[in-house]
């Protein structure tokens, strides 16, 4: 089983290569759904596992200059205290309960659709954005939808381990519509960080970290990740996103039904 699990990574970390996102999108329904692992136990070794390499990747955008730290710390006034009010609410109904795990699982489900839905509209929504300047925020009324938008991926990372990603950076492009690709995603990235390790630690102390699992996914996923960077420019990134939204609609679908 721990070769499947090592498998796991490397598939899903070629994948975050070759298209820059679905890690969570994909592993934790993968666990879910492949391995039979119950979906509490499934977000909480992702998120660990997503803290972990969203850290490498934080530092190799710093260095490059792609991160907008006033960003950063509007994004983590909100996601931060959500994470942590998530956690204490999935506590006090008792986050391993069946009946809980099944609307983890629905909330798995929703946040796989935000992130198909992502991934097909981001172009069009942004051009539309940028063709509308007058509707864009401004000043206080920016600084304070960021906090927002933090708060609400805070909630959904928290508990389905999804939204940091593909949706984050989409909404972070709307909000953001001037900011550079590598500054979207590398200040997407670099809130991830404390955002998935306060959700992890909080899933660690909710006893849903499986700790075997964990390393035998990082074993996959740190030459997956590697791989699929280097192959990224020679696949057409049309045919890799079409294939992921169909793939993540065809789970979303599996884990409602």
């Given at each position: 089983m721990t070769l499947s699990?090592?498998?796991?990574?490397?598939?899903?970390?070629?994948?975050?290569?070759?298209?820059?996102?679905?890690?969570?999108?994909?592993?934790?329904?993968?666990?879910?759904?492949?391995?039979?692992?119950?979906?509490?136990?499934?977000?909480?070794?992702?998120?660990?596992f997503a803290s972990t390499t969203k850290a490498a990747g934080t530092l190799a955008h710093r260095f490059s200059g792609n991160v907008r730290w006033d960003i950063v710390r509007h994004l983590c006034l909100g996601a931060l205290p959500a994470a942590i009010l998530a956690t204490f609410a999935l506590k006090h109904v008792g986050a391993l309960d069946k009946e809980i795990g099944q609307i983890i699982r629905y909330s798995i489900a929703f946040s796989v659709l935000l992130t198909v839905?992502?991934?097909?509209?981001?172009?069009?929504?942004?051009?539309?954005?940028?063709?509308?300047?007058?509707?864009?925020?401004?000043?206080?009324?920016?600084?304070?939808?960021?906090?927002?938008?933090?708060?609400?991926?805070?909630?959904l990372v928290t508990i389905s381990s999804i939204g940091a990603g593909a949706i984050g950076a989409t909404l972070l492009v709307l909000l953001y519509p001037r900011l550079a690709p590598a500054e979207i995603a590398g200040t997407d990235i670099a809130y991830a960080v404390p955002l998935t390790?306060?959700?992890?630690?909080?899933?660690?102390?909710?006893?849903?970290?499986?700790?075997?699992?964990?390393?035998?996914?990082?074993?996959?996923?740190?030459?997956?990740?590697?791989?699929?960077?280097?192959?990224a420019r020679r696949v057409p990134e049309k045919i890799l996103r079409a294939l992921l939204a169909s793939t993540l609609t065809a789970v979303a679908a599996k884990l409602v039904f």
């Open positions: 699990y090592v498998a796991s990574g490397f598939s899903v970390g070629l994948l975050v290569g070759l298209t820059g996102v679905g890690g969570g999108s994909l592993m934790t329904p993968l666990l879910t759904l492949l391995f039979g692992i119950s979906p509490t136990v499934a977000v909480g070794t992702d998120l660990a839905i992502a991934l097909i509209f981001r172009g069009k929504m942004q051009a539309w954005v940028q063709a509308h300047p007058e509707k864009q925020l401004q000043g206080r009324s920016l600084a304070v939808a960021t906090v927002v938008l933090g708060a609400l991926l805070g909630t390790a306060i959700a992890a630690f909080g899933h660690w102390w909710l006893g849903s970290i499986n700790w075997e699992l964990l390393v035998a996914l990082l074993l996959g996923s740190l030459p997956g990740i590697t791989l699929g960077s280097l192959a």
